[in-house]
């Protein structure tokens, strides 16, 4: 064994730790296109630990140094992980695993498992998760327009305010209408104590009907109590797993993150599987590392860009086709 080789559980270690961190095959790809793997000799398989086998394997195949290269490449994303550290340096990996189910008094069908990622993509998320959304909710605020019309926005950088163009179409609309800071359930069950505030087209006001957005100033200086969201580029493709606080039907804040797969990405359009109602238009909509990445607009039967087949989702607009609209004015 070279200085270069990893014992064999220490490969099967790497690969599983490979599959949390890189679990789409569009990550995979960039991963070999860094190290300079022949991505042509691996075998996708939209898989993530089948296609670390195949990466691995391949790795081994030209020589351990490659396998090095793979595990210095991981390291270089996730330098304080510990698994990584310990695989680099030598030292052994071990986890405290449930008992075999062959152990069991079990009459289903199935051979051995032990505790596993049962989908394609981890669904584990770091316990900072939670407070980090804490932090993002704050921005997030029921809009109330003077037809009676609800729906939802979130506040970001300038104090402004995104949310739909079929929510606030005008600068009258946008004049009329209100915002409400805070219009949520406290941890023991009370109503929080909300705030109110107006909006202030004439210093700024931008919208799209073809994108189905509008960015408006608030006055107040709201970010100065409740924060704001970034609004920039992000990367978000199928298979990724996105939350969407909001305002459901005009009611308290709520935050959607269950059944929350993105089912396709094109076109300036984000369709995923997480549930919103009427009056959530205008909500951010947030990956798993709660960067944004849509502005939620709808749901339904709705048509897949590029194609006349109809889908049961909701749909956001791509944040890229936000930061156009914001550009377009400011």
Not at 161 to 168: A, Q
Not at 245 to 255: A, R, S, V
Request: with cysteine; proline share 5%; glycine share 10%.
């Amino acid at each position: 064994m070279t200085n270069h080789d990893l014992p064999r559980d220490a490969i099967r270690t790497l690969r599983e730790a490979l599959s949390w961190k890189y679990p789409s095959d569009a990550e995979v790809r960039r991963f070999l296109s860094d190290i300079g793997l022949d991505a042509t000799r691996i075998a996708f398989h939209n898989r993530a630990d089948l296609t670390w086998y195949s990466v691995l394997d391949e790795a081994q195949k030209r020589g351990g140094r490659w396998v090095r290269a793979v595990l210095d490449r991981a390291i270089e994303d996730y330098p304080q992980d510990e698994v990584l550290r310990r695989l680099r340096d030598g030292a052994p990996v071990r986890y405290a695993e449930g008992p075999s189910i062959t152990a069991l008094p079990w009459r289903g069908s199935g051979g051995q498992a032990l505790e596993k990622i049962l989908g394609a993509q981890s669904s584990l998320v770091p316990v900072s998760f939670l407070q980090i959304g804490t932090l993002r909710e704050r921005a997030v605020a029921r809009v109330q327009v003077a037809d009676g019309s609800l729906g939802t926005g979130f506040l970001v950088p300038g104090e402004l305010l995104v949310t739909n163009h079929h929510v606030l179409p005008d600068r009258g609309a946008a004049a009329g209408a209100t915002v409400q800071f805070n219009y949520q359930r406290t941890v023991d069950g009370r109503d929080a104590d909300p705030e109110e505030l107006r909006f202030d087209p004439g210093t700024f006001f931008a919208t799209s009907s073809d994108d189905d957005c509008t960015i408006v100033k608030v006055a107040g200086e709201p970010s100065t109590r409740w924060g704001t969201i970034a609004l920039q580029p992000a990367r978000v493709q199928i298979g990724d797993r996105v939350n969407v606080i909001q305002h459901p039907g005009g009611e308290q804040k709520q935050l959607s993150f269950f059944h929350n797969l993105v089912a396709y990405v094109g076109d300036g359009r984000v369709q995923y599987l997480t549930d919103t109602l009427p009056g959530s238009s205008g909500s951010p909509v947030f990956n798993k590392d709660w960067q944004l990445v849509a502005l939620h607009h709808s749901g339904g039967w709705l048509v897949e860009p590029g194609s006349r087949e109809r889908f049961f989702r909701n749909e956001g607009i791509h944040v890229d086709r936000v930061l156009d609209v914001l550009h377009r004015v400011g």
